[in-house]
């Protein structure tokens, strides 16, 4: 089980629930992709209406525990009060921190998040912060009250895969018993099962859900992908080797000739 | 009284969030509402005073990454 904040997660996936062709196709994906996390966010809405009050019932219909975000931020002061309305409205203590750095990359501004996370966490947040693999980051972070990790593997959206394996590796070693997922760049299940024989405890995916031609059985080969690495992870595999080795003994052999 | 809602200037004869609230037509438990970049409890908006110029955000759930 995932130890998230003492919550014990049976789900090693958490999925965003934007950007799908339609609420019903988010739900299948939901449903299909097993997770027991969605995130979620606030935005504005025009007077009168009532689009975020259908999408919240059918989120909570859906069963999985919700993680709200502070997506588009780009300031502590922002982040800190979007994190707060989104506590108003979730009912939740759980954040997942977003201060963006720059428009481009959409990489995290470090230094805001850091300092955002001190405040949230001092005011009773549980935070999930969206960080680089920058360990002296991942350093204050945990200094300033986090639990959890949730490094980019590449940036949002790119569907480019782990791009820094020297760094991932190098995270999970210096940070043995804290919980790391990785939150964006996972673009295919392939991705997601080398993080996750890396040891890493969860992924987080949104677009490569979503943007899937079938996104409910895109959602499903995440999760057995998910699942076949943290299997692997626990199994203990072989490390590469330049020289050949027989598989089949060769003690015994018959010898023709 | 003027206020920024949302960032769009507009004019209101409220003088409470919670009868903004209701003059805009927004309900419902999910809503969220800051003044002046300060949270605003559900339970507060009622006796929450509206000053001109106050910038008032309202935001509902989204879906989100």
Redesign the interface.
């Known amino acids: 089980m995932l130890d998230l904040y003492e919550t014990q997660i049976g789900s090693r996936l958490l999925l ?5 062709p339609s609420p019903a196709v ?1 739900a299948d994906a939901v449903k299909r992709s097993g997770t027991e996390i969605v ?7 025009a ?7 259908v ?2 019932d059918m ?1 909570r219909a859906l069963g999985a525990r919700m993680l ?2 502070t ?1 588009g931020c780009h300031g502590v ?1 922002e982040a800190v ?2 994190a ?3 506590r ?3 009912q939740t203590n759980w954040i997942k921190l977003e201060v963006i750095g720059n428009h481009d990359t959409l990489q995290p501004d470090v230094f805001a998040l850091v300092e955002a996370a001190r405040i949230l966490c001092s005011e009773g947040f549980e935070v999930f912060p969206y960080t680089t693999d920058d360990l002296v980051v991942a350093e204050r972070l945990l200094e300033a009250g986090c639990k959890v990790l949730m490094p980019w593997c590449a940036p ?1 959206g790119t569907a480019a895969g782990p791009l820094n394996l020297s760094a991932l590796r190098s995270m999970r070693a210096h940070f043995p018993d804290v919980p790391l997922i990785v939150d964006a760049g996972i673009g295919r299940p392939s991705h997601a099962t080398i993080v996750m024989e890396m040891g890493f405890d969860a992924v987080l995916l ?2 490569a859900v979503a943007g899937a031609g079938d996104p409910a059985a895109m959602a499903e080969a995440f999760a057995k992908a998910i699942g076949a690495g943290r299997q692997a992870f626990g199994a203990g595999m072989l490390e590469p080797r330049d020289m050949a080795v027989p598989s089949t003994p060769v003690i015994g052999t018959a010898v023709f000739a | 009284m003027r206020l920024i ?3 769009e200037p507009q004019t209101t004869a409220a003088t409470t969030l919670s009868q903004l609230l209701a003059a ?3 309900e ?1 438990e ?5 003044v002046n ?3 605003v ?2 339970e507060d908006r009622e006796g929450h005073a509206l000053n001109d110029d106050d910038r008032i ?9």
């Open positions: 965003g629930t934007a950007r799908y988010l995130t979620v966010s606030l935005r504005r809405e007077a009168g209406g009532r689009n975020g009050g999408f919240f989120i709200p975000n997506a002061s009060l979007t707060k309305m989104a108003e409205v979730f949002i949104n677009t | 809602i949302n960032g805009l037509d927004y419902g999910w809503l969220a509402t800051a970049g300060e949270l409890h559900r955000e309202i935001l509902t759930p989204m879906q989100g990454g």
